[in-house]
């Protein structure tokens, strides 16, 4: 059982670039989710999305977007990325009252 | 400004210490989750307390949280060099899209 994979581990991103995170799961869970997290503020949320088709605006949404074009996948896309947005970024999904979290990215902007 | 207070941001203990992690929130939670984060891994689940009063215990790591659902305390007893990580307190308000997190605690155990 993967649960949810994450890719890449990491990237080092030159600013103005696009770049897509992926995030895939295998539970089949309906709500999905996007954080960021950095150091001091905790995990963030950036955007979400309930089921497939449908997506929502986190805390930190700015900068990003998300498509849930089916419920095993939830891409995320940094249009042209600024140095601000170097973090640790984590998918998590929730069913149940539980919440499943990928092991992460790590983006540096430069 | 954070939904949930932790503290302390950092705590260092001698190995066999016991020690406590406290998550205050200013509103009633509906569900109050702990998880551990090993450095530069992924967030692994601990616990998640519902009930006012209510007690989980697994291993040597006890998590309480308030009659007013308010305050959740996490205990580790008997601490080993594995417990080391960061810890995180998060809390819904019902559904998982305002879900919260503390800025988190960051334990070392030192043999």
């Known amino acids: 059982i993967a649960g949810i994979t994450q890719a890449p581990t990491s990237q080092i991103l030159a600013a103005g670039r696009r770049m897509t995170l992926r995030c895939t799961q295998d539970?089949?869970?309906?709500?999905m989710y996007w954080y960021r997290q950095d150091l001091g503020l905790g995990l963030r949320l950036i955007h979400y999305s309930n089921t497939a088709g449908t997506t929502g605006k986190g805390e930190v949404p700015d900068g990003y977007s998300v498509s849930r074009a089916n419920t095993d996948d939830f891409p995320l896309t940094l249009a042209s990325a600024v140095p601000s947005q170097t973090s640790v970024y984590f998918c998590?999904?929730?069913?149940?009252?539980?919440?499943?979290f990928g092991q992460g990215t790590r983006l540096t902007v430069v | 400004s954070q939904e949930l207070e932790q503290s302390p941001q950092s705590l260092i203990v001698q190995e066999g210490k016991n020690l406590t992690i406290n998550c205050t929130s200013s509103?009633?939670?509906?569900?109050l989750y702990w998880y551990k984060q090993k450095y530069g891994e992924g967030l692994i689940f601990l616990m998640m307390l519902q009930k006012g009063g209510e007690e989980k215990s697994h291993e040597k790591i006890t998590a309480k949280l308030d009659e007013k659902k308010q305050q959740s305390s996490l205990h580790i007893t008997a601490s080993q060099p594995s417990h080391a990580g960061i810890y995180l307190c998060?809390?819904?308000?019902?559904?998982?899209?305002?879900?919260?997190f503390g800025s988190g605690t960051k334990l070392n155990v030192k043999p």
């Open positions: 509103k009633t939670l509906y569900g």
């Open positions: 998060g809390a819904d308000k019902g559904n998982f899209n305002k879900f919260y």
């Open positions: 539970m089949r869970h309906n709500a």
């Open positions: 998590a999904s929730s069913e149940g009252g539980r919440a499943f």
